[in-house]
């Protein structure tokens, strides 16, 4: 095995193989720490990481830099772990504090345009005012059947010409867990505001008590050869030129199933630790002016899963494959024959890895199976209430970036490639999971910041970087700026190696295997 490398580019590093000691009381590294010990990893590489600073990055009374920092961090030293794992070369990774946070905010620009990701309904809300029960919902109207969903609920005209005074007004006669709940009967995504004794005492967060923020298991074997995959064999690292350019999951072949925020930062994550990401979107399903962005690294393709022949593409690709990343509903893809157990039956040795609002837990919560995105998230699980307590606000106050999408999606490469370094030593197939809620309640763990609502926004300019894309009007090419990845590698630079193109712009099939 070789030694470490001289870290690269950084003033505060020592010459010597031994990175420095980190102060005892170093919040991300107490918190990456625990992450890796949970998953069962090798307490000895978690010297090879340095975790720069410790101030609060944004305004916030909750430890976000902490979160974004240290969950970065655990996806990067995993993919440090199986380089070594596959090539016997230790190297240091470095995750910078403000870059980390920063990169959580989601910035990116289109030809210098910088889109605006929230439809004009979506927001906070005051209701019950005409009742003896007044409150506070959040609404998620980015997606037009969303929207059409909850003005029905209101009484309201469908449509874009609704504004948010008459959904105000209505909102006056409904309290707000008599909407939400309502609303969601109806297809709606809305979120009534809770306080944190509120939520601990729900049947939800009640379900999820004990488990952990990252969820790795085997997965149960069914009849057939799913039952003794043994450890699969990694692909050769290149050797020659092309091994400058090597990274380590290079080989590596992700099914990408996902598409708010959560689930594909996890699978930009890999692409950019050398992983072939195929993004696989519905042509009936709607997106997010954000796949710009997260898409960054990744072939995207699309499947109709509803059609035979769709199934048949989808189960060509698994048969290479050696993860497959989802962000549908609990039980949603049993339906299609694609449960963790059956695609570790069609493909043994699989890493399936799921991202949910809140999680799936056995008994079933009440909850298991609702919607949910971060702004709705936060909301409904305490944090808008206790910011706006910590700031003096009468109004609930969101956190500054949505951090538990971007932390969950870090939190997720993680586990994912802790399972492919488990299934290399262990051999069976695995399920990772982890969900938004649970992203939540490992925030909550790592404290608050007394300090920390005074701090101010630093700039983004010293880590953004320029690429061509292909969503510029007409899915022309455009000049896409964004952040850069803000982990640092000694030995295999993260970089994303393909341009962020639009869902169909490749076929579904693995470039490698095309005749």
């Known amino acids: 095995m070789t030694d470490l490398p001289n870290w690269p580019n950084s003033p505060n590093s020592p010459g010597s193989a031994n990175p420095p000691a980190l102060p005892e009381a170093a919040p991300a590294q107490a918190a990456l720490a625990a992450l890796w010990h949970g998953a069962g990893l090798p307490a000895e590489t978690l010297a090879q990481i340095e975790l720069a600073g410790q101030a609060p990055v944004l305004p916030s009374s909750f430890c976000v830099a902490t979160a974004a920092q240290a969950s970065l961090g655990a996806a990067a030293l995993a993919a440090a772990l199986l380089w070594q794992q596959r090539s016997g070369v230790r190297q240091r990774v470095g995750v910078d504090r403000i870059h980390a946070t920063l990169a959580c905010t989601g910035h990116f620009a289109l030809d210098g345009r910088v889109p605006e990701l929230w439809d004009k309904l979506s927001g906070l809300y005051a209701c019950g005012a005409d009742t003896a029960s007044p409150g506070w919902v959040r609404i998620h109207t980015n997606f037009s059947h969303h929207r059409d969903s909850m003005l029905r609920t209101l009484g309201l005209p469908e449509g874009r010409a609704t504004e948010r005074d008459a959904v105000t007004q209505a909102l006056r006669r409904w309290t707000a867990e008599a909407f939400e709940q309502a609303a969601t009967d109806a297809g709606g995504v809305v979120a009534a505001a809770r306080s944190f004794a509120q939520w601990d005492a729900h049947p939800q967060a009640l379900a999820m008590l004990g488990q952990p923020v990252v969820s790795i298991e085997p997965i149960r074997p069914m009849a057939g ?291």
């Open 225 to 515: 050869p799913g039952e003794a995959a043994a450890p699969l064999p990694w692909p050769a690292p290149a050797t020659g030129s092309a091994a400058a350019q090597v990274r380590p999951l290079d080989g590596l072949r992700v099914l990408d199933l996902t598409r708010i925020l959560a689930g594909p930062v996890a699978g930009r994550c890999l692409a950019a630790y050398g992983a072939d990401v195929m993004l696989v979107n519905s042509p009936h399903l709607p997106n997010i002016e954000a796949i710009a962005d997260t898409s960054r690294g990744k072939l995207s393709t699309l499947i109709d899963l509803r059609e035979a022949a769709g199934r048949v593409q989808l189960d060509h690709l698994l048969s290479t494959s050696r993860v497959f990343l989802h962000g549908y509903r609990p039980g949603a893809l049993a339906g299609l024959g694609l449960s963790a157990e059956a695609l570790a039956l069609r493909r043994p040795g699989i890493v399936v890895a799921s991202i949910s609002a809140y999680g799936q837990h056995s008994p079933a919560g009440p909850w298991d199976s609702r919607r949910g995105f971060d702004s709705m998230v936060q909301t409904t699980t305490g944090f808008n209430l206790a910011e706006a307590e910590a700031a003096g606000s009468a109004q609930p106050q969101a956190l500054p970036m949505q951090i538990l999408d971007y932390a969950a999606g870090q939190l997720l490469a993680f586990g994912v490639q802790a399972a492919l370094w488990r299934q290399a030593r262990e051999g069976g197939s695995w399920q990772v999971q982890v969900s938004l809620a649970g992203v939540g309640s490992w925030l909550r763990s790592l404290g608050r910041q007394a300090d920390g609502l005074a701090a101010v926004r630093p700039s983004l300019k010293p880590w953004l970087e320029e690429s061509t894309c292909g969503f510029g009007p007409g899915r022309q090419a455009a000049t896409l700026r964004a952040m850069r990845h803000a982990a640092e590698f000694s030995a295999t630079p993260a970089r994303w190696s393909r341009p962020s193109m639009p869902p169909g712009s490749h076929p579904p099939v693995w470039p490698s295997d095309q005749a």
